[in-house]
């Protein structure tokens, strides 16, 4: 084999091997989609010292934080189930947190991890307490670029207003797999394609 040869090789196993990565992906994406259970959980404010980075909106699922009492109970890194209740066919909120070893309590729920754990003391001072902080698996929703402006001034505007709710179209999978589909700003939905 010609030595000259042997980056037109490389470029073809790099390329072939691009193609898998990336249809692996869609792949797992489809499977959530279609296998999925579709929910939308409500959406908490931005916060306001994260910048706008381009064609994307920063999605922020309630709850941020939990409260625990014990502190072994929950560490750094530790993955958990986020359980929503659903109020309508589709619409949920928030229902209770459980370790991952724990069957989950409700059929929407979201497999989770805690990014950080800190002690804090409640008002009456007599023992302290732990909040841990949620890492959610969706946080960005991406959109059309020429579309942003308008996009990201209705998208600030509904979370600043307290009769609007602004909820994330999730597909959620059995074991807690999601994939998030739209941001819904009261009764208007916001997809990729916009």
């Known amino acids: 084999m010609n030595v000259k040869n042997w980056p037109l090789i ?53 709850p941020a934080v939990f409260e625990f009492d014990d ?7 530790q993955e958990i189930w986020v359980n929503y209740s659903c109020y309508t066919d589709d619409v949920c909120s928030y229902y209770s947190i459980q370790q991952i070893d724990q069957s989950p309590e409700m059929p929407v729920h979201l497999r989770c991890k805690i ?8 008002d009456d001072a007599s023992h302290s307490s732990f909040t841990g902080t949620i890492e959610y698996p969706i946080s960005r929703f991406y959109f059309n670029e020429k ?5 990201t001034d209705r998208y600030n505007k509904a979370l600043r207003d307290t009769t609007q709710k602004v909820l994330a179209g999730i597909y959620v ?22």
């Open 10 to 62: 490389l470029f073809v196993l790099g390329s072939i091997f691009q193609w898998y990565i990336l249809s692996g992906w869609i792949s797992r994406s489809e499977q959530v989609i279609s296998k999925g259970i579709y929910a939308k959980i409500p959406c908490r404010q931005v916060d306001p010292i994260d910048p706008f980075r381009g064609a994307y909106l920063t999605v922020n699922p309630d």
């Open 71 to 77: 502190s072994l109970q929950y560490m750094q890194g």
């Open 115 to 122: 990014s950080s754990v800190y002690p804090y003391r409640k």
């Open 147 to 151: 579309l942003s402006d308008d996009i």
């Open 173 to 194: 999978t059995e074991d807690g797999r999601a994939i998030l589909e739209g941001i819904w700003l009261g009764d208007t939905r916001l997809t990729q394609a916009q």
